[in-house]
T-cell receptor, first 113, second 111 residues
């Protein structure tokens, strides 16, 4: 199989606080994981590529100091949204690479009040 | 970033009808993928295509990799209510590289 989990599935936080989202590959090891953001009725937009043991590669326009990514093991990558603001409210989805394919997590709904 | 042109944006059909959607790009992709996303969930891989001209089926779903490598289509036959969701195409240029997604096709199936 190729199961990817995310935790939490939803989170509400206050403006100015930080939130950490975990992405785990449950039955396989993934040297590469990807983080996406999806706004309502829109497609997935790649935020960054996370490689185990090295720094993440961020897409243009994504602030690396605001969206901290850590890929400390072959089964876990974390995304920390620092000093969150209401405009950061979105659906965050990770994916993990197994072979040639990407398998997606169930997503995390972040609401910043 | 770049996105694929996916059409139609939405479809409203009756149960039992066939459905067709497609994606086009101005550049070449070496892999085409089709995903389905249910509300509040992550995308689930339906079909992966690796060769130009390849035609692949997965149950009632059939997808083809265009011979120019710049397009792909997905057909769903004999639609059922659980086919409701958003269908995304995605292209990849090289193995392990990032995916580029289409804008999605929202499918509604009326019983």
């Amino acid at each position: 199989g190729a199961v990817v989990s995310q935790h939490p599935s939803w989170v509400i936080c206050k403006s100015g606080t930080s939130v950490k989202i975990e992405c785990r590959s449950l039955d396989f090891q993934a040297t590469t994981m990807f983080w996406y953001r999806q706004f309502p009725k829109q497609s997935l937009m790649l935020m960054a590529t996370s490689n185990e043991g090295s720094k993440a590669t961020y897409e243009q326009g994504v602030e690396k100091d605001k969206f901290l990514i850590n890929h400390a093991s072959l089964t876990l990558s974390t995304l920390t949204v620092t000093s969150a603001h209401p405009e950061d409210s979105s659906f965050y989805i990770c994916s993990a690479t197994k072979g040639d394919e990407q398998y997606f997590g169930p997503g995390t709904r972040l609401t910043v009040t | 970033g770049q996105q694929l042109n996916q059409s139609p944006q939405s479809m409203f059909i009756q149960e039992g009808e066939d459905v067709s959607m497609n994606c086009t790009s101005s550049s070449i992709f070496n892999t085409w993928l089709w995903y389905k996303q249910d509300p509040g969930e992550g995308p689930v891989l339906l079909i992966a295509l690796y060769k130009a001209g390849e035609l692949t089926s997965n149950g009632r779903l059939t997808a083809q990799f265009g011979i120019t490598r710049k397009d792909s289509f997905l057909n769903i036959s004999a639609s059922i209510p659980s086919d409701v969701g958003i269908y995304f195409c995605a292209g990849r240029k090289t193995s392990g590289s990032r995916l580029t997604f289409g804008e999605g096709t929202q499918l509604t199936v009326n019983p």
